[in-house]
């Protein structure tokens, strides 16, 4: 399969990312036609189409937004997560620079739909390019009656507000996101079962649908084409539905991002991305670097689907899919993610606080040549006690890739820990490792 452009098919024109290059497109259509339809009869549409959200989880989008009280007794919040801090993952990033109106159209229809009353679009600090053309796409669309009060003559009044993070990948956890959203520390919050789920109680403690920019950027063209037609896309997949943003990155000849539907397989956006460079494929980090590592075997066989992905024991997760190639050294590219988890688990509990700092010196010191006989063990040891046992998602993200890397590639620790030297040194490998480029963790 080829690509298959549909939010990014005009990316390309600066002229879309006016409100008179985009209405030229056919943008606005859908927010035209959802608000002549009953709230419900969006939220169907939005089921139809089987889209689920692109933050990372999959979850059905339709079952969010069904999930706000009909009959409305206090305000309603819509929340975009624009925190985009998983690594390789660079597509939100590239949706807010070249098609911002998508995501403004996107979330006043799902606002419309839940009878929100005000949105926020939390964006990951270092986005600046990117929340300025928000900026500029949010104050043509208020110029225009796209936002603000009695839209486009419906009656429905609807707020956007941008509210740019700190850099932090915590932030990007959604209970951790309100938290910031809200004045408080980036830390995540007890949830459901323990309390509420957020269309109950989200953002000051009011119902709130938050979703990720990808998300909300689809809404548009289903309302549009319709609910039936989107999910015409990846029909081949068990129940992955309509198109995915990938940003590939590594040992790539064209890195970017590629937009795909389901069901194409791993190899063929491989292809799209210009093949290997530098030598042959040795392994995938298919959906951004918390997701398990594959080897070449199993990226020959790796549909992209959410079902199917788990297949080849992966995940489609947020889509930074990074292809390595033959010379490099996987003990040094996990303990340079063990670390960037290490550094960024907020610490509020012990399992993913205390596991991933173990982890990422445990991870140094082999690389550092002085690894010990049990080490192997005792890593998979760890992430099996930080696994299901954090607070939050974070400490789950920290402990697959190392298990998974532990699984598919132990002939490479083996070597390391007994040689106290890589299989595969090389220069790259060199300048991944801890003392050249990274302060070591105390
Ligand atoms: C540590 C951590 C970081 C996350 N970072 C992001 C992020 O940067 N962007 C995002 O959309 N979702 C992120 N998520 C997932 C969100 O918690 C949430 O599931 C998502 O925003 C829901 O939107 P969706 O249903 O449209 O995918 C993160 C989750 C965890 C546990
Ligand atoms: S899992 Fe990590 S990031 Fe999440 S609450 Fe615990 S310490 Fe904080």
Known sequence: ???????????HDPAFK?????????GYDGLKKA?????????DEIKASGLRGRGGAGF?????????????????????NADEGEPGTFKDKQLLETCPFELVEGMTIAGFA?????????????????????????????????????????????DLHIHMGAGSYECGEESALMSSLMGERGMPRLKFPHAPLPTVSGLFERPTVINNVETYACAPYILKNGGEWYATLGASTKNSRGTKLFSVSGHVNK???????????LMELLEMSGGMKGGKLKACVPGGSSVPIINAEACERAIIGYEEMSEVKSMVGSGGCMFLNEHTCVVSF??????????????????????TKWMEQILRRIIMGNGQPGDMDLLMQITQQIDGRSFCGLGDAAAWPVAAALRVFPEEFEYYIKHGKSMVQTAESKAMAPGWQQPVLA
């Open 1 to 11: 399969m080829a690509e298959y452009k549909l939010l990014l098919e005009h990316s």
């Open 18 to 26: 006016t409100l008179d290059g985009y209405l030229k497109t056919g």
């Open 35 to 43: 608000i002549g339809m009953e709230r419900q009869a969006i939220i």
């Open 60 to 80: 059905p989008t339709w079952i969010k937004w069904n999930g706000i009280a009909k009959e409305k007794t206090q305000t309603h919040y819509l929340v975009c």
């Open 114 to 158: 839940t009878q929100a009353d005000i949105g926020y679009v939390y964006i990951r600090g270092e986005f600046v390019d990117a929340a300025k053309a928000l900026r500029n796409a949010i104050d043509e669309a208020y110029a225009k009656g796209y936002l603000g009060k009695n839209i486009l003559g419906s009656g429905y009044d609807f």
């Open 255 to 265: 890195p970017g991002n590629y937009e795909i539907e389901f069901g194409t397989s």
């Open 334 to 355: 996990i303990w340079r993610t063990a670390y960037f988890y290490a550094m960024e688990s907020c610490g509020k509990c012990t399992p993913c606080r205390e596991g």
